[in-house]
């Protein structure tokens, strides 16, 4: 995801959800790129239920917005990064930039980062793949989490983190993998966050990777404005559809909507350091 998509989505906004009875969170989304007045996105949210969300940077100006952000809403925290995609733009100021904001104690992350092999062509791997490790690097020096972009990357993400040495909290953000995937990112003690895309007719592998993932390694997000749940696929997406893909989840799992929004609250406390 760059800065410049924005424009696709279309559409008005998908009708409120019926609240929870247990509140959620939103682990990633991108308020800097919804058309929405901030206090509007997140009274929308807090409506239904969703009472924090993870505001996530893809370059210098959108990660210190993030970080400005949190530091000035109790209901927002940020993760800042150079996204893969960018990543063969990014100077040595940005990665001073980058470094200095994961100080700030409502940055909770350092993402999103990782690798992107369908949209960046392969010229371009070398420069996300040491992006990535710099990310890491950086996670590991101040202690937080890493959010992970994988898009058809998989092996070559697990790669990297084995040879750099996990921190000791790994997010992928938007799982896009199948079942083995998740076995495989489980038992190296990864947590893998779903989005609304699991909703969406040919994703039967997110599903079944849905299914093997426990709730102690599970966080439900948005992506939004990006990757809107059926049936309003394609229009802007944003924190307050966080139930629908709950509720999803619970179905799939055969759980009640309460139980995992429980459950994924108590991942994210975990995964972010918050109480």
């Known amino acids: 995801m760059a800065r410049d998509f924005d ?13 929870l009875s247990t509140p959620a969170l939103d682990s990633h989304c ?26 996530i940077g893809i370059d210098v100006a959108s990660s210190r917005w993030s970080a400005d952000l949190a530091a000035a809403r109790d209901d927002v925290w940020a993760a800042v990064a150079i996204h893969p995609n960018e990543a063969p733009h990014a100077d040595e100021a940005a990665w001073t930039a980058i470094a200095e904001l994961a100080e700030q104690p409502r940055v909770v992350a350092l993402g999103e980062t990782g690798l992107d092999h369908y949209r960046t062509e392969d010229d371009g791997w070398h ?25 058809e990357a998989h092996d070559d993400v697990l790669r990297v983190l084995e040879s750099e040495g996990a921190p000791d909290t790994v997010v992928f ?17 990864h947590t893998l966050s779903f989005a609304g895309n699991i909703t969406f007719k040919n994703a039967q592998d997110l599903r079944d990777a849905v299914l093997v993932t426990p709730l102690d390694q599970m966080l439900v997000e948005t992506d939004g404005p990006f990757l809107t749940p059926m049936p309003y696929r394609g229009r802007p997406n944003s924190p ?32 972010f350091g918050w109480s």
């Open 7 to 19: 424009a696709g989505r279309k559409g008005e906004p998908p009708p409120a959800p019926d609240p």
């Open 30 to 55: 991108h308020l800097d790129l919804m058309q929405t007045e901030i206090d509007a996105v997140m009274s929308a949210a807090k409506a239904v239920g969703i009472e924090r969300v993870v505001q």
């Open 127 to 151: 420069a996300q793949e040491t992006s990535f490790r710099r990310h890491i690097g950086i996670a590991k020096d101040v202690g937080k989490a890493v959010v992970i972009h994988d898009r």
């Open 173 to 189: 953000h938007c799982f896009s993998g199948d079942a083995d995937f998740a076995k495989r990112c489980i038992d190296q003690g």
């Open 240 to 271: 307050y559809l966080v139930p629908i893909t709950v509720r999803a989840i619970a179905e799939l799992k055969g759980l009640s909507e309460d139980e995992v929004a429980a459950g994924v609250t108590a991942t994210a406390a975990r995964v």
